[in-house]
């Protein structure tokens, strides 16, 4: 089963859009808003046993309202 399987998401707590868990290269993942852009911070792994419980923390933290919105002069 595919990680992206086993997370939920909330929608966005800013503007209410679709929330997309991203893996980035260097090992973390991060929740983007589809359509604001906000995100989560990118929570990093080491090994593939910390993988899912990276995503599933990302995902955490997504749903409770911990999400950063770039705007300029923020």
């Not at 906000?38 to 990302?58: G, M, P, Q």
Request: glycine fraction near 12%.
């Amino acid at each position: 089963m595919e990680i992206y399987e086993q997370i939920d998401l909330n929608d966005c707590g800013i503007c209410g859009g679709v929330g997309c868990l991203e893996e980035e290269a260097i090992g973390g993942y991060y929740v983007a808003c589809m359509d604001c852009g906000s995100h989560s911070v990118l929570v990093r792994f080491n090994n593939d046993e910390e993988r899912l419980l990276a995503a599933k923390k990302t995902a955490e933290l997504w749903n409770c309202g911990k999400v950063i919105l770039s705007h300029p002069g923020e």
